[in-house]
Structures are given as C-alpha cells and as structure tokens.
C-alpha cells in the first residue's frame, strides 16, 4: 500500500477520532448542565449574564484563584451557571448614568389590587394579584424593569403574614402574588429596596471594589509587632503575600508579609474598616433614606381585602402555596411551614429541655446565628454557659445542662469576619469543623453563613459553601441520623452610611446561592427571609426580634424532635 494512502487512512481516523472527543465532551457538558438543580426564582429575571467575564477580570489583577484548591470542570459548571442566574436586569446602555428625576420615585409609583373573578371577593386558597406601576420623580413610567421590590400581605388584627412573589415585566410593571391563607382582613405592603439605577451601582461595587471592607493582623515577635492589611483577595503589587489559605478545606485568605517578620508570626484577625468615597455625589442621590432607599409604595385606591372563608369547590387548578415560592405565613405570631415539617411550639422550658435531652447542638456561621444560642442560653435555666475566656460576639462560646446531658456550642465562621479582634487559633473554618464531628442520631447542627460576604463577588460565596456542602456530605454519609439545619439569609435595615456594603440587594443574591447549593441534600432550611419579610409587625432588623428568632429555634427544634410537643392548630 502506498505512503500517501496511509496519510489518507491516518487522517480519516484522526478525523473520526477528533470528532468523538468533540461529541463526548459536549455529551458531558450536557449531562453536568443537567445535574445543575434548578435556581429558587426569584422576581422572574434570568438571562445570560456578563459576570462570569468581569469576575475573570477581577481575578486577574489580583492574587486570589490559582493558589488555591482549583475546581473541577463540574464546578466550574456548576459556578457559572450560578452567576448567569442570579444576573439582574440593568438600566439601557447609555454616555452617561441618568439624572435622579429619570430615576424610580416610590412617592410617584403606586399599586393596585387585581379584581377577582368574583369581582371583589377573595376566598381562602384563592391566589391575590397586585399591580405595581412605577414612575420616575417626574411623574412618567419608566419603561424598563430591575428594581428591587418586596412584597408581603399582612394582618395586625390576627398576627398573620405571608410574603409575596414578585414578578418582574422589565418594562416599569410588577406583578406581586400572595396565597390567601387566613379570613378577615388583610393588607397588602410594597417596598421599593432599591431603584434599578441604584442596583447598578451595587453590582459595579461588587465587581469592582470587593476590597471595600477591609482586614487587618497583627504580628507579633517579642516586642516588635507589625499590623498588616489581609482580605480573600489582594493586589499583587502592593508587595509580597502571606498564604494563609486553608490546607483542608481550600478557604482563602491571605494578609500582605510584615517588612520585618515572617508569615508564622501572625497572632489575630479583626475587620480593618471600610472604605470611604466609593460613588459620586450623583451616585449618592440613589441612596436616600425616606425617598428612594426601602420606602413603601402606596395603593392607587385600596390596599386592603376582605378574606372570606374558604369554599366547598375545588381549587385544584389554582397555584398553591409551594407554587407561588411560599414556604410559610404567620398565624398569631406563630409561623406556619409549607413543605412536609409540622411545626411545634416550645413555650415551655421544660418542653425544649426534653427535646435537647442527651443532644449535642453545634452551632457555626455568623451572629445572626448566634441569635440562637443565646436565646436557648435564656429560656433553658439549668443551661449554664462555660467561661472561655472569649469575647461574647466573638465566641466561641459553650453551654451545658449536666442534668440533662446537654451541649450547646457556637463558634464563628471562619475569615472575612467583620468582628473585633480575635486570635487566630480561635477562628475556625466551617468544613473543618463539621469534618470532626461524629455525628450520629443525638447530634444537631446548624448553619448560618452569609451576612460577611456581602461585598464579594458571588463567586467567593460559592466557593465557600461549596465547601461546606461537601463536609456536611460526608458528614450524612458516616452518620446519615445527623440532623443539619440550614439558616438562610434575612432583609435588614439599610441606612445610606453603609449600604453599599450592607444591602437586601447583596443578601438576596446571596440567599438564592445557598438555597441553590443545598437543594436536595438531607437538611431542613429554615427561611429566614420569608419569616422576617413575612411578619406582620416587626420591621427588618440584620438581627431579628426574639418573636422571630423563637420561631426560628421552634422550627429547628420540631425538626429534631418530631414527637412530644403539642403541635400548633
């Protein structure tokens, strides 16, 4: 057989060859893409998204990925796909950012209830719509969608909320939905969190200027000490860098080297501050409280229905609850759980002691979980807590009733911690912590991770949770009797001094994350967001009022222990 013959025959199977390689790769992108759960949608915007780009841009300048614990393709996947769902609808493209009358007016806009089909009658289990319309300070409808907006439907009269799906028509109209749940009165509440122009900002601060609060250590040999700055990522010309990246679990951290000393002398960890003078004078219009920063939006006429009870024929057609996005309401002050859990209540001491009895609880994550502690700290009078010599905010902290074989512990998540100072051999990293534990049917753990990552790019949240899942992976897997409660994000209070480091806007995005990265996994979520924007009376609070967080630690404690107590009617 000729040379040029066998060229032929080599490049034809080369040929054959390239293409299933090409096949199979697209075979395993497709399956991957497909073992992506789907996103918890939220205000109905998903489009393909510029961030994964920017969020390479930003890497780039800064020492951060390639030095730690590099994903696999999955992950990858998994990441973008992320970041591509949670995109935000952004004001048209134009020379120059609009003027504040061009912006939305809360004062300008207004909603209006949707007649029913029966007119102006509402049942119980039918579905209430509402249409919000917004303006701009001139008084025109914007004609383009992206601003944040809440929802709830209240009663003070029955101590009774729920929070409402709101949907996003990216042309100045919403729609917001709320399943009628409990007769007599009920009143409906809009919020404008932020225009669409002031989200735009967010999203650049969070692209662009993820240092804006910043760490510091000090190190410390004999007498001479040295405080340098440390964060998640850092300039790489500033000078040379202490890798203080976790071995384990791939955390990342790093903190630039002393001129005088070595990386191992490192001895705290406290938040340095916060960057100032971050927008433009123009920029901080978007930001005023009382005018375009988390204020209502009035009804067109009424905001108030009368529920009446509910009828005899089917509803079968009508979306319920769970379709509408909604995990619970408030009845009495007392929260309600969609999704199979029967919700207890624990008034008494004697009742949670019971539950707790021979039960180890550890508690990891941020303040807003150490909520919990310390309200089991308060009700539980044989719990006496242990003095170890740590700062009360800080941790970690521990309690035990020996009578009852309890063990209550909280320790703080690891770095970016915007606490005060603490050293460095008390910081733990979540994943760490969950891979030395034993687990087993008498041991609880909670998580509640979220509020620090505020003003990275999502990136970095993922990276860590991923983290974590794993761990409680393994943890299900030699110990599948384990109970795991996850605690998810809440809207807070925003002021305009810190809310370009502080917002729903940044929760929110975050809360999608987490609720994504734990779907399917053996844990309960408690929703913090919905029990805190569901409430019938509380405002918004970083950390919730007790009403709030008993009924978080009741939901908690109903998972644990599902027999006993007297269940809510």
């Known amino acids: 057989m000729s040379r040029n013959v066998w060229k032929y025959i080599v490049s034809i199977l080369i040929l054959f060859g390239l293409i299933f390689l090409l096949r199979s790769i697209t075979i395993e992108q497709n399956w991957n893409y497909q073992r992506v759960p789907p996103l918890y949608k939220v205000q109905n915007w998903i489009q393909s998204s510029n961030l994964y780009g920017s969020l390479l841009r ?9 030095l730690g614990q590099p994903p696999s393709s999955e992950e990858e996947l998994e990441e973008r796909n992320l970041l591509d769902s949670i995109d935000w609808p952004q004001p048209p493209s134009g020379s120059a950012p609009p003027a504040l009358t061009q912006t939305s007016d809360p004062a300008h ?17 039918d579905q209430l719509e509402v249409q919000v319309h917004l303006h701009d300070f001139n008084g025109r409808h914007k004609r383009y969608g992206g601003d944040l907006l809440l929802a709830r439907l209240h009663s003070p009269k029955y101590k009774a909320g729920v929070a409402g799906q709101v949907l996003d028509h990216k042309n100045g109209l919403y729609s917001a939905r709320f399943p009628l749940l409990w007769e007599g009165s009920a009143q409906v509440g809009l919020t404008m969190v932020h225009s669409s122009e002031a989200v735009a900002v967010l999203r650049r601060m969070r692209e662009k200027q993820p240092d804006r609060v910043y760490f510091s250590s000090i190190f410390r040999r004999g007498s001479h000490s040295e405080k ?7 300039l790489q010309d500033k000078g040379p860098l202490c890798n203080f990246t976790d071995p384990h679990s791939g955390d990342q951290w790093y903190c630039y080297k002393p001129k005088m000393l070595s990386c191992d002398t490192r001895i705290d960890h406290a938040i340095g501050g916060y960057l100032e003078n971050l927008i433009t004078k123009k920029e901080s219009l978007l930001f005023k409280s009382d005018v375009n920063l988390k204020v209502p939006i009035h009804a067109s006429t009424t905001d108030t229905i009368n529920v009446l009870p509910a009828r005899n024929e089917s509803s079968s057609q009508k979306p319920g609850p769970v379709q509408l996005g909604t995990s619970g309401y408030y009845y009495q002050d007392s929260w309600r759980p969609f999704g199979g859990i029967t919700m207890r209540r624990f008034d ?6 019971k539950c707790l009895t021979n039960k180890l609880v550890y508690m990891y994550g941020d303040s807003t979980l150490r909520q919990w502690f310390e309200y089991l700290l308060t009700v539980l009078p044989e719990l006496k ?8 905010k800080v941790g970690p902290l521990m309690a035990v009733d020996s009578t009852h074989n309890i063990l209550l512990e909280y320790r703080f998540h690891g770095p970016p911690t915007r606490i005060q100072p603490i050293r460095v051999s008390k910081l733990r990293y979540i994943a760490n912590e969950l891979d030395g534990l034993a687990g087993g049917p008498d041991t609880v753990v909670a998580l509640g991770i979220w509020a620090h990552f505020s003003t990275y790019p999502v990136e970095v949240y993922v990276r860590r949770l991923r983290h974590i899942r794993k761990a409680v992976v393994r943890l299900l897997d030699r110990a599948p009797e384990t109970v795991v409660v996850v605690r998810t994000a809440n809207p807070q209070a925003l002021t305009q001094d810190f809310i370009l480091f502080k917002s729903d806007w940044f929760s929110l995005q975050l809360d999608v994350v987490l609720r994504v990265m734990f779907k399917g996994l053996d844990v309960l979520l408690v929703d913090a967001w919905q029990m805190c924007l569901a409430h019938p009376y509380h405002p918004h609070d970083l950390h919730p009022p007790r009403t ?10 109903s998972h644990v222990c599902r027999d006993g107590t007297k269940k809510i009617v």
């Open 348 to 353: 008494e001491a004697s009742a949670i002691t």
């Open 228 to 234: 340098m700055e440390c964060n998640v990522c850092l």
């Open 58 to 66: 930003f890497h780039r300048n800064r020492t951060c990925p390639h």
């Open 109 to 125: 806009s207004l909603f209006t209830i949707v007649p029913s089909q029966n007119g102006q009658r509402w049942y119980v289990g």
């Open 548 to 557: 709030i967080v008993q009924n978080m630690v009741d939901m908690m404690l």
């Open 385 to 392: 807590e242990f003095n170890l010599q740590s700062p009360k």
